[in-house]
Every structure is written in C-alpha cells, then in structure tokens.
C-alpha cells in the first residue's frame, strides 16, 4: 500500500497563504488530489494532477486561488493556497491512485485508494 505522508498546514489570517506538500512513497505516474473535510461534512475534492502530464483539475471554489503542483520525481504534490478565505478552513488529505478511470472524475474521493492521514488548515477572519 502507497503511503502519503501530508505536511504545510497551519493557521492564518484570510487573505494569507499556505503551501501544503504531499509525499508518496511510490514515483510512478499516477493521479495526485488534495481533498478537505470538516466535521459531518462530505469530503470535498480540492484539486487533482496526473504525474505524468501536468494534467490538473480543480473545484469551482478554489479556482484562481489555488495551485496544484508536483516536482520532477513524480511523488511530491504541492498545493500553493493563495487569498485564503475562512470557508477553506477543513482538514486536508492527500490522496493518489492508479485506477484510470480517475481521469473522468478526478475529485471523486471514492476513486482514490490511498490516502494520508491530514494536515489542519484553519483561516481566520
């Protein structure tokens, strides 16, 4: 089983910004998401990238304001959080998996077999 091991969350004021890193412990080409959830609430795909071709989808939400990135080694995922607002505040998971039927959906949680166990983004008001 891939492990994911998420780190870069934090608190801050809206407005302020945040990167989160997402390491795997396997390089193949694979699809990469950030999901978020808070408390009785659904998990919400964030942003998705496939490794292999920079291919990336993102929510209506965090469009303009977010950026999901990976580094050459194709088991690194970023997500740089810009113009942070108090509704992005939800813990974060990182997700990734090979099934290639997550290129039609890419921010359907249930796609994903492998996940980390999350890192806490609480924005301010």
């Known amino acids: 089983q891939m492990q994911l091991v998420e780190s870069g969350g934090g608190s801050v004021q809206a407005g302020g910004s945040l990167r989160l890193s997402c390491i795997a412990s396997e390089s193949n080409k694979k699809w990469m998401a950030w999901f978020r959830q808070n408390p009785g609430k659904e998990r919400e795909g964030v942003a998705a990238i496939y490794t292999a071709g920079d291919v990336t989808s993102y929510a209506d939400s965090v469009k303009g304001r977010f950026t999901i990135s990976r580094d050459g080694s194709e088991n690194t995922m970023y997500l740089q959080m810009n113009s942070l607002k108090p509704e992005d505040t939800a813990m974060y998971y990182c997700?990734?998996?090979?099934?290639?039927?997550?290129?039609?959906?890419?921010?359907?949680?249930?796609?994903?077999?492998?996940w980390g166990q999350g890192t806490q983004v609480t924005v301010s008001s």
């Open positions: 997700a990734a998996g090979y099934d290639y039927t997550i290129a039609r959906s890419p921010l359907s949680a249930r796609k994903y077999k492998n």
